[in-house]
């Protein structure tokens, strides 16, 4: 169908990080590709979930898109909760590289994706793939000490990290889990003694990334 040659064509172009910034600029663009994701037509959802995705690549509109594009983050919350398997996945995706960003961790903590996010993460359904992305997007927002409590009162999320990080047969999740218990402990520890923010150095392990478009020397 013609909706789905013009999707195809906007994936494309979503691949192409100096074409990401221009396709922002077109705000009709964005807001289609949010109501196409509320919608029951498994094809659109998922290639507008994927367009998303390689949206997020470029933390350098990741802001935008999370806070200054009307409806996005409520239609890619909604795909990622009742979307088929694979356009579930891009949503994760997006998700992962949003919260890698400081500025739209708590937006999207506010929207409620954390219980989306530990679903991902705990349910038998998840693919290896999913359960990585999850885990690791939990572990982003740890990073943040304004996040404490909107994920210790996120039901089984905080469960299902200590059960990860117990769990020898996921090599990949695993240390991720680990890392982001230790974060939210030393958050905890720092909140009873000195009530204080600062940032908690001894974190093994930088914010999990997919397939970002960033310079090497950011994570060094």
């Given at each position: 169908s013609i909706g789905l040659t013009a999707l195809g064509v906007l994936l494309k172009i979503s691949r192409v990080k100096e074409l990401t910034t221009k396709l922002l600029e077109h705000k009709s663009v964005v807001s289609t590709v949010a109501k196409i994701l509320c919608t029951q037509k498994e094809e659109f959802v998922t290639l507008c979930a994927a367009i998303v995705a390689n949206l997020s690549r470029n933390p350098d509109i990741c802001v935008q898109l999370v806070l200054r594009s009307t409806g996005l983050k409520e239609a890619l919350k909604k795909a990622a909760d009742t979307g088929q398997a694979k356009a579930k996945l891009y949503c994760q995706y997006a998700l992962q590289n949003?919260?890698?960003?400081?500025?739209?961790?708590?937006?999207?903590?506010?929207?409620?994706?954390?219980?989306?996010?530990?679903?991902?993460?705990?349910?038998?359904?998840?693919?290896?793939?999913?359960?990585?992305?999850?885990?690791?997007?939990?572990?982003?927002?740890?990073e943040d000490p304004a996040s404490l409590i909107m994920l210790t009162n996120t039901p089984r999320c905080i469960a299902t990290l200590i059960a990860v990080s117990n769990d020898v047969k996921s090599p990949d999740c695993q240390p991720v889990a680990k890392a982001a218990l230790t974060c939210l402990s030393g958050w905890f520890c720092k909140s009873a003694s000195t009530y204080g923010t600062e940032k908690n150095e001894g974190t093994p392990i930088r914010v999990g990334r997919w397939n970002q478009w960033i310079d090497a020397k950011l994570d060094e």
């Open positions: 949003f919260s890698c960003v400081s500025a739209c961790r708590q937006e999207l903590l506010l929207l409620g994706v954390a219980e989306t996010i530990t679903r991902n993460a705990y349910n038998k359904g998840s693919s290896a793939e999913m359960k990585k992305s999850a885990i690791s997007t939990l572990h982003n927002f740890c």
